[in-house]
């Protein structure tokens, strides 16, 4: 059973940067698909950015052109640069593994929150005005 574990979260004023990161608890699981998603306080979870085995990402349209995703294959560790950053960001930001759905769609890989099967615990980040 792997492990997701987030790190990166804080508090900054609006423009500037954070960089989260997730950590696997073994290197050398494999995955179809890597996902972020944040879900803030009365909302529900929704994707942010994913990326999958052969490196394509899709983004939500709110973050595009400010934050990247991107995952270190050597040890499975996956990145979100957030740039620019706006209050309307400030949620809990968690990342998820799905090791069971070979291909999704655009759609499916930010949509479909049922389809990762592994989730972190989650980091917040708060940006204020």
């Known amino acids: 059973q792997v492990q997701l574990a987030e790190s990166g979260g804080g508090s900054v004023q609006a423009g500037a940067s954070l960089t989260l990161s997730c950590a696997p608890s073994?290197?050398?699981?494999?995955?179809?698909?890597l996902g972020w998603f944040r879900q803030a306080p009365g909302q529900e979870r929704e994707g942010v950015a994913t990326?999958?085995?052969?490196?394509?990402?899709h983004y939500a349209d709110s973050v595009k052109g400010r934050f990247t995703i991107s995952q270190d294959t050597n040890t499975n560790t996956l990145y979100l640069q957030m740039n620019s950053l706006k209050p309307e960001d400030t949620a809990v930001y968690y990342c998820?593994?799905?090791?069971?759905?070979?291909?999704?769609?655009?759609?499916?890989?930010?949509?479909?929150?049922?389809?990762?099967?592994?989730w972190g615990q989650g980091t917040q980040v708060t940006v204020s005005s």
């Open positions: 998820a593994a799905d090791t069971l759905t070979p291909v999704m769609t655009a759609a499916q890989a930010l949509g479909g929150v049922h389809l990762y099967n592994y």
């Open positions: 073994e290197s050398t699981y494999s995955s179809y698909c």
């Open positions: 990326i999958d085995n052969d490196g394509y990402t």
